[in-house]
């Protein structure tokens, strides 16, 4: 909204609302009823983020596998009173959660990311155990998601449209672009730039890149990113 108001009027093409939300119905039909029973997650939202089931269920499976590490750090950090910690590590739960959907979950991660800047022991002392709570409550759908288990649905999570292949100049950018949000510790650009990437179709190798830079991210894991990016 903010670019268009600097765009020259013919270059703006206005989206259709009506299109995208008939879109996200017909993935929502798609979805597995475990996953529509799950409680924690508003679908519409998961689907807005993530534009497929296929990538939803992608996405899911990253930050499920995640849970245990990062919630163990997420104590250890609040027990450590290593507050700088604390609050990336929350930041970067807050990005992956609202890409799935889980809007509770996230908001409740930037309300303890910005205790943990102004180190408001009593908030984070109140909240953090709600949060690690709400956040391993998630570890219910590991079994929904492991790769035996997604095989024999997939089948009903094939994507509604067919992708274009990723343009050369535009991975190539979207790396780079990666490579110096690395050196800068910026995670939300990154997980901007991955998730324009989910527009395209990706190689295996890219997908396989995109999705360990995916996770080492929602861990805060950034000597793993930096040698993904061989940077």
């Given at each position: 909204e903010i670019l268009a108001q600097y765009l020259p009027e013919k270059e703006v093409v206005e989206k259709h609302?009506?299109?995208?939300?008939e879109k996200i119905t017909n993935e929502l039909e798609t979805l597995p009823d475990w996953l529509k029973n799950f409680h924690g997650l508003d679908l519409h939202s998961s689907i807005e983020h993530c534009d497929t089931v296929h990538d939803l269920l992608e996405t899911l499976t990253i930050f499920v596998s995640s849970i245990d590490i990062k919630s163990s750090d997420i104590n250890k950090y609040a027990e450590n009173e290593d507050?700088?910690?604390?609050?990336?590590?929350?930041h970067s739960?807050?990005?992956m959660a609202r890409?799935?959907?889980?809007?509770?979950?996230?908001?409740?991660?930037?309300?303890l990311e910005?205790?943990?800047?102004?180190?408001?022991?009593?908030?984070?002392?109140?909240?953090?155990?709600?949060l690690l709570s709400d956040y391993n409550a998630f570890s219910s759908l590991k079994e929904h998601l492991k790769p035996s288990s997604l095989e024999q649905q997939s089948p009903n999570f094939a994507p509604t449209d067919v992708l274009l292949e990723v343009p050369e100049a535009i991975l190539t950018d979207a790396y780079n672009a990666i490579s110096d949000f690395i050196s800068c510790y910026d995670s939300e650009s990154i997980s901007m730039?991955?998730?324009s990437l989910m527009e395209y179709h990706l190689s295996d190798t890219d997908k396989d890149?995109?999705?360990?830079?995916?996770?080492?991210l929602s861990?805060?894991?950034?000597?793993?990113?930096?040698?993904?990016?061989?940077?």
């Open positions: 609302h009506e299109k995208e939300e507050w700088e910690a604390y609050t990336s590590c929350v739960l807050q990005g890409l799935i959907g889980a809007n509770d979950l996230a908001d409740l991660a930037a309300e910005e205790a943990g800047k102004r180190k408001d022991l009593v908030m984070i002392a109140e909240q953090n155990p709600k730039v991955l998730d890149k995109t999705m360990a830079i995916r996770k080492a861990e805060s894991d950034w000597e793993s990113m930096r040698a993904i990016m061989c940077i």
